[in-house]
């Protein structure tokens, strides 16, 4: 064995070390676990990443650099490609003319999200070819099969993962040197790229010639394994309930897809017939049992409990045998809180004496929720809280729209709380409604990221900075203040019911780095300020 | 690939993997620890995988962090009822991940360790992965080396001091046997 040729890598890791042997030349995409590492090593490896400010922008700057005949990748937690999702649709009609690679990161049993929606589906939807890996290893080598797939079919390559192979370090392998791709170059393309009508109906036809092709190549694809084994128990898997299954029925027979859009369904046909019992292991919806089924294929899946949540080896072992008693309860351990020094404990404290009604949004303080605050009445996707609270006030009565209000982070503000704040400007409620915008520097949920509000970009260097007041104003709110929450001060809490008093439009800017990466986020600023670099800051020039 | 790794491979070939699950709470070097076990059978010439929860859970809320080794592993995550050792930072965290181990694996907590010989509070993970290293096949000097990799210049000496007051403190009471 080579030990030297051994790394221990996340299955985040190994996406971003293929994509920059692979000559990737962009990355773009947006914070969200278990998807944030990926652009974060490829930057630190030497690739070109950057954080947009949402999902939707990231894709459409990894089509635009794909258009030009480069290879490009976006990267995202599953909720994040539903933001992406209108480019995604359209993109696999235009095709691409360097590579696209999708990376969805999908989180089974809501470890960090808000709901466990299995993007499998978003493959078949769109017409895009999926590769799933299982392992970090396979994360690696499907990366470039991504590439590879992309540039034959000139179609964009969802590649998606889920928790426990993006957060999970295994043995990679990995291969020498690094590819360079064709320089980007651009080449015109009216009828292929401009998805007037006139030009879509062929391209959906198009599309759909490619998609067929694709499930002939994948008949004879190295990217799935038939493993042989005992022909009484057949297993059909992907991602990783195949590691799982592998281990929970040593001796079965398996057939592995790791190319699971378009399926290779005479390879399936042939599998299960050679086999007495065939079972589907897959986490999450019954993607693929569906897909087999309606081939005619005579197989089974899980009992419908093993839909919610993850898999893991003793839940294969009792779908394996048609067990469907009550499980056991995870371990009871301690709930995550608000830290115990964070600047918005003052916010929610004020809210919760206050007894507003509050339409909350994706970050750390929706921990809000929890006690002794219970100050969060909503949660329901980035960007919501303001939507939602704008229809509260609309249609409640007015001693109960008087205390509706939106809280948001800096980054979720940035992500897509701005078009919540147009319409508020543009549809504004009789009585006014108020947004706290909660302003810490970073994207702290998902490990303290950059974004278009910090001024500084994913290598924590100085670009262009967007403030947060300046686009309140600039949107046409009446009242917008900035507030430093500090413990002993009622700065806050005096805006606040100012604010609800007003029955104005109102945007509250609660300011205050966040405690875990104050130091951190110092340190960048001053070198924004030139003070401890040797090369001239872009920024001063 | 050493001698330890050559050997438990010859032996264990077709028994399952060395389980391992470390639990605390975010901030308490969980993750770190781990880290540092992945590394150590890495290099001992093992399969090695590690699964870990980051997020949410991280904002000072239980976390717990999988490691198995051995000479193929499927699964990254350590079935429940399977674990070899549960390593605790916390004492709290002991009794809620008990159903975790297998019958007759051992719990490594706080108490196993003399906190006032501790050089510092933080060292507490390292030290228990001394406690853990008496009973795991790799050699002393691979563990200090994963610790050389693990820790800045500054805070290795503490670390290295940690990891062999944890090691003698069940060094004398168990011998090294690889868990089956």
């Known amino acids: 064995m080579d030990d030297q040729n051994r790394l221990l890598l996340s299955g985040d890791e190994a996406i971003a070390l293929a994509a920059w042997q692979a000559g990737v030349a962009l990355g773009a995409g947006y914070p969200g676990t278990p998807s944030t590492e990926i652009l974060e090593h490829f930057s630190r490896l030497g690739g070109r990443a950057q954080w947009s400010p949402n999902e939707k922008v990231a894709l459409e700057v990894a089509i635009g650099a794909a258009f030009g005949g480069a290879r490009a990748m976006a990267t995202m937690k599953h909720v994040g490609l539903n933001v992406a999702s209108d480019p995604l649709f359209t993109v696999a009609y235009t095709g691409v003319t360097g590579a696209l690679v999708i990376v969805s990161a999908d989180d089974p049993g809501m470890h960090s999200s808000q709901n466990e929606q299995d993007n499998r589906r978003y493959a078949v939807a769109a017409g895009v070819p999926m590769l799933e890996p299982s392992d970090s290893q396979e994360a690696y080598d499907f990366l470039f099969a991504a590439i590879e797939i992309s540039e034959r079919w000139k179609i964009p390559v969802l590649l998606r993962a889920t928790t426990r192979v993006c957060h999970s370090y295994t043995v990679v392998r990995p291969r020498a040197g690094r590819d360079t791709p064709a320089a980007a170059n651009f080449v015109r393309d009216l009828k292929a790229r401009v998805m007037v009508p006139g030009n879509a109906r062929p391209a959906h036809r198009r599309l759909r010639r490619k998609l067929s092709e694709m499930a002939e190549w994948n008949e004879s694809c190295a990217l799935n394994r038939l493993l042989p084994g005992d022909k009484s128990l057949g297993i059909i898997a992907s991602g990783i309930s195949f590691m799982h299954a592998r281990e929970a029925a040593p001796e079965a027979s398996v057939l592995k897809l790791g190319f699971t859009h378009p399926l290779p369904m005479r390879q399936i046909a042939q599998f299960a017939a050679g086999v007495q019992r065939c079972v589907v292991i897959e986490e999450g919806d019954p993607y693929l049992l569906e897909a087999i089924r309606a081939a005619g294929i005579p197989v089974t899946g899980k009992p419908e409990m093993y839909r919610f949540g993850e898999l893991d080896v003793p839940r294969v072992r009792r779908i394996l045998r048609g067990d469907t008693s009550a499980e056991a309860a995870a371990p009871a351990g301690k709930p995550p809180q608000l830290c115990e020094a964070c600047p918005y404990r003052i916010v929610f404290d004020a809210l919760h004496r206050h007894n507003c009604i509050v339409a909350g949004d994706i970050g750390c303080y929706t921990l809000g929720v929890l006690r002794p605050f219970e100050a969060i009445d909503s949660c329901v996707c980035m960007g919501a809280s303001v939507g939602v609270g704008l229809g509260l006030r609309h249609v409640l009565p007015p001693d109960q729209a008087c205390r509706v209000v939106s809280i948001i982070g800096d980054s979720t503000f940035i992500h897509s709380g701005i078009s919540g704040l147009v319409e508020m400007a543009y549809n504004p409620p009789p009585n006014g409604h108020v947004v706290i915008i909660l302003d810490n520097g970073t994207t702290a949920m998902t490990g303290h990221q950059e974004h278009p509000g910090t001024g500084r970009n994913l290598k924590h260097e100085p670009t262009g900075k967007v403030v947060l007041e300046d686009m309140a104003r600039a949107c046409g709110i009446p009242r917008v203040q900035v507030i430093e929450p500090r413990a002993g001060s009622d700065a806050f809490e005096n805006a606040l019911v100012e604010a609800l008093k007003s029955r104005q439009l109102s945007v509250i800017i609660a300011r205050r780095p966040c405690i875990l990466v104050a130091r951190e986020l110092k340190e960048y600023e001053q070198r924004c300020n030139c003070h401890e670099v040797a090369e001239p800051c872009p920024a001063a020039v | ?180």
């Open chain 2, 1 to 180: 690939m050493n001698n330890a790794a050559i050997a438990m491979k010859s032996q264990n070939l077709a028994r399952p993997p060395c389980n391992i699950v470390v639990a605390g709470l975010g901030g308490q070097g969980v993750l770190a620890a781990t880290d540092i076990i992945a590394e150590v059978a890495l290099r001992a010439g093992f399969d090695v995988k590690k699964s870990e929860i980051k997020g949410m859970s991280q904002r000072g809320g239980s976390v717990t962090c999988d490691v198995r080794f051995g000479a193929q592993i499927f699964s990254p995550m350590v079935p429940a009822g399977e674990a070899d050792f549960l390593l605790a930072l916390e004492a709290a965290e002991l009794e809620p991940n008990r159903p975790l181990l297998r019958s007759g694996g051992v719990t490594i907590g706080p108490s196993a360790i003399d906190a006032d010989k501790l050089p510092q509070k933080k060292t507490l993970n390292v030290a228990l992965l001394g406690a853990l290293s008496a009973y795991l096949p790799m050699a002393q000097q691979q563990w200090l080396d994963s610790i050389g990799l693990a820790f800045a210049p500054r805070f290795l000496e503490a670390n290295r001091q940690a990891f062999l007051l944890g090691r003698a403190s069940h060094n004398n009471s168990v011998h090294a046997t690889p868990a089956a």
